[in-house]
């Protein structure tokens, strides 16, 4: 079946670093693009990152853009995302979820997702 | 760039209530419009995309409709464990993007 694991979240001061990882199984990680999905404390997802299955297309949304880079490593099933520059509004719980182009074309609908890895940058 | 707009932000009914919620884009997405539950500290699942397709599993008295820049979604008799967050997507194009939610309680 299907899987996602996040890691690498954590506590970490305001300008500082973090890099999430997402361990993906049970499907062939190399044909899909993957999200970062985040979610803050009570409020709405948004999605902040998005990686083609080749690695070669990456979009970002404006709130993250400059700071964040997302990445993959097919070899290893798994997907990054590099966050420099933390501010207090990066505080979520960061979603990986599986791109799937149900209706074909390049991008669709996120038809997976992992558990979810707490973020919380504070002083 | 597309705005989604779902209303209302809430709602309150009752176990065998029609409810229904609507998405509206600020431009025309055709039909690629999906809607996502989240129940209470779970993590969000896919019920319906391109409008009206629902995803395996999803019982049948959810429905999707619309297409352009207004969409529907329905749930035909309310259950108990339909409480939830429901979410809009826009997904015509890389980063997508979702409703503000709109959170479903039973009386």
């Known amino acids: 079946q299907v899987q996602l694991v996040e890691s690498g979240g954590g506590v970490v001061q305001p300008e500082r670093a973090l890099r999430l990882s997402c361990a993906a199984s049970g499907f062939s990680f190399s044909k899909y693009a993957m999200q970062w999905v985040r979610q803050a404390p009570g409020r709405g997802l948004e999605c902040v990152a998005v990686?083609?299955?080749?690695?070669?297309?990456?979009n970002y949304a404006d709130s993250v853009k400059d700071r964040f880079t997302i990445s993959r490593d097919n070899s290893k099933n798994t997907v990054y995302l590099q966050m420099n520059s933390l501010r207090a509004e990066d505080t979520a719980l960061y979603y990986c979820?599986?791109?799937?182009?149900?209706?074909?074309?390049?991008?669709?609908?996120?038809?997976?997702w992992g558990q979810g890895i707490l973020v919380t940058v504070s002083p | 760039d597309i705005q989604m707009t779902q209303s209302p932000s809430s709602l309150s009914a009752s176990v065998g209530d029609r409810v229904t919620i609507t998405c509206r884009a600020s431009?025309?997405?055709?039909?690629?419009l999906a809607w996502y539950q989240q129940k209470p500290g779970k993590v969000p699942e896919l019920l319906i995309h391109?409008?009206?397709t629902l995803q395996s599993g999803v019982p049948s008295r959810f429905s999707g409709s619309g297409s352009g820049t207004d969409f529907t979604l329905t749930i035909s008799s309310l259950q108990p464990e339909d409480v939830a967050i429901y979410y809009c997507?826009?997904?015509?194009?890389?980063?997508?993007?979702f409703g503000q939610g709109t959170k479903v309680e039973v009386k």
């Open positions: 391109a409008a009206s």
């Open positions: 997507q826009k997904y015509s194009g890389a980063l997508k993007t």
């Open positions: 990686i083609s299955y080749d690695g070669i297309n990456k």
């Open positions: 979820a599986r791109d799937h182009a149900i209706s074909g074309g390049s991008w669709g609908v996120l038809d997976y």
């Open positions: 431009q025309d997405i055709r039909n690629f």
